[in-house]
């Protein structure tokens, strides 16, 4: 094998570690997305399709750059963001893309995305993405929309409500309401589970979901 494709199958390795590495290794985030979500309704009250955009922080995406800067002009031209795109849809198939959709407690399954589009913007890689439901899915009832990584290994962050939308005119008759749960408050009433949680459950823990940013849409 040459050099040139050794460093390549390095670097694919190196960028799936580092958006899928193991909660009992570590338990706080070190990749930082700013999030947004958008659910859409087709017209006969079903969902149609979820949208995600991801703006990396500045420290990972120059670690990105610095391994997939084929020409060495210090930015990410299309086809090497297409190249990292397609290595991030690969590696988070194992975690739903970090999408949960719940209804009436019933858990969702969605298609792998057709393709991650990506840019790359004043040194922060950019990634967007959408999800169609396996199977027609009415909107009836109590819908959770949920955009958390499960090993806490990534943290998405909405920074404002605004952020996770809802559109279509399928949820014209639903309300929505985004909650934010305090994970101070979380970790104090908890601490002993979460202690179990973390050193038995090499696969992610409950806690992620529980204090993860969701919407909550009533139809």
Not at 158 to 163: K, L, Q, Y
Request: hydrophobic letters at 40%; charged letters at 25%; a neutral charge.
């Amino acid at each position: 094998m040459s050099l040139p494709n050794k460093r390549r199958r390095a670097t694919i390795a190196n960028l799936v570690a580092l958006l899928g590495m193991p909660t009992v290794t570590f338990a706080h985030p070190h990749i930082f997305v700013d999030a947004k979500f958008e659910a859409i309704a087709a017209p006969d009250g079903s969902l149609q399709e979820l949208r995600d955009t991801w703006q990396f922080d500045e420290v990972f995406s120059s670690s990105v750059l610095l391994d997939f800067d084929k020409n060495r002009n210090n930015v990410l031209d299309p086809a090497e963001v297409a190249a990292v795109a397609k290595t991030v849809r690969e590696s988070l198939a194992q975690y739903n893309y970090y999408t949960n959709v719940t209804i009436n407690g019933k858990a969702l399954a969605f298609a792998k995305p057709d393709v991650l589009h990506g840019t790359y913007e004043n040194g922060s890689l950019i990634l967007s993405f959408a999800q169609k439901p396996m199977a027609k899915t009415p909107l009836k009832g109590l819908i959770v929309f949920g955009v958390y990584d499960p090993t806490l290994y990534t943290a998405l962050d909405f920074a404002s409500d605004a952020d996770l939308k809802i559109s279509g005119e399928g949820f014209n008759r639903c309300s929505r309401k985004v909650v934010r749960p305090d994970s101070k408050e979380i970790l104090a009433e908890n601490k002993a589970m979460l202690t179990t949680m973390f050193f038995n459950d090499p696969k992610g823990t409950d806690y992620s979901q529980v204090v993860a940013t969701r919407l909550e849409v009533r139809c």
